[in-house]
């Protein structure tokens, strides 16, 4: 993939020649890929000002509405204080340090295909270090290797997917020799599918599904119709992602998993949902299975939670103001993402959860007036072009 920068640096910025401004990033990056691999608690703070100062010198765009907002890295004290970006505005603007080795698109939307979300990614290793680590300790915190069945386009299906591409790493470091995609350009080949779940069962190998919601939904209902049921060796899991994309599908998430064990076989102790964005490098996944492994689950109190990586910090803020909710109130998810040090590292979503214990549970999505705070903040940046 050729890679331009995005937009000429400007003012100060200027002294940096191309090679001064790479050996700056390359500083920063190295900083977040050490913290990912060796996480503190005590070094998030300062590294989140670091890569805040470097996006604020090497980001124009988001340079400049950080200045129309008066918050400069010599102002700003703590990583709260770092002026977050709606994830809408990656429609509207490159939102890119420099040079980009790889771009995601968001999926279609009314507005047309060139509104589509663009995330430009300065180094594709930062993506692959986050990624893999946080799937292997949600999804393979006991078994190295499994049978892995993917419902889900691959990279060369899906090229400008986000989640293609992270099945694919999870895929060639996972997955073994015989892991194998059931997505085609006409739909899901559950007939190979079907097989598969077979040959699991027959010779008592335990496996791994990931997907689309949708297509597991889909999967289900053909499963249904042909009376067929499966009951996968113990150990077998389940990692879904993406909901039903607008579809009007009244199934709630209770008894969709109840769906999944009763198809599959697969407790639900070991159904996994994850929750990702492409405007994000990090993701975040279901407590349930790493709990269960280390006995810290406990069915009765229905702890089911997305668990924030050690290198994100996540706040619920309201939907108006934007202001940081008191624990326990319902609002605007909020995170802030070391990973995407490339771009930019504050992201408000329009994704609507609260905390609860050590991460959050999502609820919906904001609508018409409920995001309002998040229009004028995309209104505000393209201002600041």
Request: net charge neutral; hydrophobic share 40%.
């Amino acid at each position: 993939m050729n890679c331009a920068l995005a937009v000429l640096p400007c003012r100060a910025v200027l002294t940096y020649t191309n090679s001064a401004m790479e050996t700056v990033q390359d500083r920063v990056f190295q900083d977040v890929m050490d913290y990912i691999q060796k996480p503190t608690p005590a070094g998030f703070d300062p590294l989140a000002l670091k890569v805040f100062a470097h996006q604020f010198a090497h980001n124009p765009a988001y340079r400049n509405y950080c200045r129309i907002k008066g918050k400069t890295p010599d102002t700003v004290g703590s990583w709260r204080e770092i002026p977050v970006v709606p994830t809408d505005a990656f429609k509207e603007l490159d939102l890119v340090c420099g040079r980009h080795e790889a771009v995601f698109l968001t999926s279609g939307t009314s507005r047309g295909p060139a509104k589509r979300g663009r995330h430009l990614i300065p180094r594709i290793e930062i993506y692959r270090a986050s990624a893999l680590l946080n799937f292997s300790a949600h999804l393979l915190p006991d078994l190295p290797v499994l049978k892995m069945l993917i419902l889900a386009g691959s990279p060369e299906l899906w090229p400008d997917s986000s989640l293609a591409h992270m099945i694919g790493l999870i895929r060639r470091e996972y997955g073994g020799d015989d892991a194998a995609w059931f997505m085609k350009d006409t739909g899901l080949d559950a007939d190979r599918l079907m097989e598969s779940l077979d040959d699991a069962c027959d010779q008592n190998r335990p496996a791994i599904l990931l997907g689309v919601t949708l297509a597991f939904f889909q999967f289900l209902e053909q499963a249904r119709s042909r009376r067929r049921l499966f009951r996968l060796p113990s150990g077998s899991r389940i990692m879904d992602t993406g909901g039903f994309k607008g579809r009007k599908i009244d199934l709630s998430k209770s008894e969709l998993y109840r769906r999944y064990e009763e198809v599959f076989g697969v407790p639900q102790t070991h159904i996994v949902n994850e929750y990702g964005m492409t405007e994000m490098c990090s993701q975040f996944y279901d407590n349930v299975l790493m709990d269960h492994i280390t006995g810290a689950f406990r069915p009765r109190l229905r702890l089911r939670r997305k668990r924030i990586p050690p290198w994100v910090r996540t706040l619920i803020v309201d939907p108006e103001t934007l202001e940081e909710l008191p624990p326990g109130q319902t609002g605007l998810l909020r995170h802030y993402d070391l990973a995407n040090c490339g771009s930019v590292m504050a992201l408000q979503t329009e994704d609507i959860g609260h905390a609860i214990a050590d991460g959050f549970e999502i609820t919906g999505r904001a609508a018409g007036a409920e995001s309002r705070g998040c229009s004028l903040i995309v209104e505000e940046l393209l201002r600041a072009r």
